[in-house]
């Protein structure tokens, strides 16, 4: 596989749920299917994170939603370290390596391996002499390998000194760092949807929703930056990286974390979005999409309620917006 847009390893990963501030701890909840006069609302069912690794610990808070209200919410600190897959590989080591030493990268809707011959065809694939990224003696990848660089390269202002750098940050490297979100308990369907931010002067969250391995599902990684630095940051095959910032985070789905069939042929549920709604792969057990959407990329139906399916991995996004309320 081949690809072109390649995306800077995400700038600091704001995770614009619940502040920490005034929390009230409440009696945890357990999850019930109440029926409202908008059809069936699911609660966020806790027993379905993977809890058991101790990346991923979850107790309950009231919190104040962005409608106003207040509402029981799962407070969910995670290590961003998945007990379901493993991390990497990203990066490369030489333009003779094949697709089992490095990561993947999106173009234009389509996912495609980060090889050796990739790499050491990208200045035919931009169309620009100005990629060069390895070493035309040896073949070597010139590749970040200290924390140190990592934090030089994976940053939106990188120096002319790490151009035609592979960026690739280990786990170790973040080892320490743990994120907190809320999700409300039940979920509130508000009459318009919520539009992410992460522009200048923008408003509402960035955050996605989270896995159920507790990674989380971020925004679209920022491409211009990455091609205007001449740097890769590619995703491991789970669809992931790892910045200072943000630790080990999710920008595609690729079917590598836990998932949780549907016994009637229904796409599989993958996660939870920041409003407390389920996220489902994008296709049916069938392999068919679903064409009944709104602009959120969500739908309903009796037995899930309220939900969306993920966009295709190669599109640098989950879903368009939050349906629902959030904690804030």
């Known amino acids: 596989m081949t690809y072109k847009n390649f995306a800077f390893a995400a700038l600091i990963c704001f995770l614009a749920s619940c502040s920490k501030d005034d929390a009230t701890p409440t009696t945890p909840i357990t999850p019930t299917t109440p029926t409202t006069d908008k059809g069936t609302v699911i609660n966020v069912d806790a027993t379905k994170f993977l809890t058991s690794s101790g990346a991923v610990t979850i107790t309950t808070e009231n919190r104040t939603l962005s409608n106003g209200t207040t509402a029981a919410c799962y407070k969910i600190v995670t290590k961003s370290t998945p007990s379901d897959h493993a991390q990497g ?9 094949d697709a089992t030493k490095g990561g993947i990268w999106i173009e234009g809707g389509n996912v495609f391996d980060v090889d050796g011959a990739f790499v050491k065809n990208l200045a035919t694939f931009y169309n620009n002499t100005k990629w060069q990224m390895y070493n035309t003696t040896t073949g070597a990848i010139t590749r970040t390998t200290t924390q140190a660089e990592c934090q030089a390269a994976a940053n939106p202002n990188v120096g002319v000194a790490y151009q035609n750098y592979c960026v690739e940050c280990l786990p170790s490297y973040v080892s320490t760092l743990t994120k907190t979100i809320y999700i409300p308990v039940t979920p509130v369907k508000l ?19 989270i896995a159920f391995n507790g990674v989380i599902f971020d925004a679209g990684a920022p491409t211009n ?6 740097t890769l940051a590619p995703f491991d095959d789970a669809g992931g990286h790892i910045n200072m910032g943000a630790g080990y985070h999710y920008h595609a789905a690729t079917g590598k974390s836990t998932k ?8 599989a549920m993958i996660g939870y979005a920041l409003d407390g709604f389920g996220m489902y792969e994008r296709l049916s057990t069938a392999g068919t999409e679903y064409t009944d959407l709104d602009a959120s990329r969500g739908h309903y139906d009796v037995t899930r309620g309220y939900h969306y399916h993920v966009d295709k991995a190669g599109s640098n996004n989950f879903i368009n917006g939050l349906a629902g309320a959030y904690a804030q």
């Open 260 to 267: 949780i069939t549907q016994p009637d042929g229904h796409a």
């Open 191 to 209: 009459s318009s949807p919520v539009s992410f931010g992460g522009g200048p002067g923008s408003v509402g969250p960035t955050t996605r929703g």
């Open 89 to 97: 590989p990203w990066c490369p080591t030489n333009i003779t390596d």
């Open 225 to 230: 930056a990455i091609l205007a630095a001449y």
